[in-house]
């Protein structure tokens, strides 16, 4: 049965951003002379700029304050951003929901400034679109705190909404938001518990209800 509302996470979900955030979070450690490990992103994937700093503070020795460092982040990631593309299959999918009349939301952990840039890179930047940045509420993600207030905004239960996530951060707070929770991880790995696992754009097509 297809939803009412599909209020979709944006960085790895909706678009391909984070090769970028990666290439953006591993220049900015080598600027102040830190290496990072091959695993770092995947440590940190899905959650919000602040948790990540603290990550990188607490482990890594990061000694510049967080103004410093995520102005370095930004610098390499906005330079960049315009020549993102949307993830393979997922545009068709949000095109294809949008004919049906069904209510779409952006949700991200990500600050304002990213995901309107990432928005307008892929078109579908538009004032009459809710967009839930981690800016935008107390707690981000796996807190249900960002989808409670997509539904909120649209005025639509989260009985009668999916959501569409791509890290196990942002698939918990879905699951914990009472939203039925689609995880469309980028890799083959187990999601949390409650959420129904797609590895093919098919596959979500076919829980969403598509055919």
């Known amino acids: 049965m297809i939803p009412k509302a599909v209020y979709w996470d944006m960085d790895g979900t909706l678009i391909d951003s984070e090769p970028l955030h990666e290439e953006s979070l591993v220049s900015a450690l080598r ?3 830190i290496e990072p490990p091959a695993d770092l992103h995947a440590r940190v994937v899905g959650q919000a700029a602040r948790p990540v700093y603290e990550v990188l503070r607490d482990q890594f020795g990061l000694e510049l304050g967080f103004d ?3 102005a ?3 610098e390499h990631y906005m330079g960049r951003a315009p020549d993102l593309l949307p993830r393979e299959g997922a545009m068709e999918i949000f095109g294809d929901l949008k004919a049906r009349g069904v209510v779409q939301a952006i949700v991200s ?4 400034i990213v995901v309107d840039i990432n928005l307008r890179a892929v078109g579908i930047h538009q004032a009459a679109m809710k967009t839930i940045s981690r800016n935008d509420v107390r707690l981000g993600k796996p807190d249900p705190e960002p989808y409670l207030r997509a ?3 649209t005025g639509i239960d989260p009985a009668d909404t999916v959501v569409m996530e791509d ?4 698939a918990t707070a879905g699951v914990a938001a009472g939203m039925r929770t689609i995880f469309w991880p980028q890799d083959k790995i187990d999601g949390p518990a409650g959420a129904l696992v797609a590895h093919s754009a098919e596959e979500v097509r076919a829980l969403l209800g598509l055919g």
């Open 31 to 33: 600027s102040v002379g």
């Open 68 to 70: 410093d460092w995520i």
């Open 72 to 74: 370095r982040k930004y």
């Open 109 to 112: 952990n990500s600050d304002r």
């Open 151 to 153: 539904a909120f905004l």
């Open 167 to 170: 890290s196990v951060t942002g």
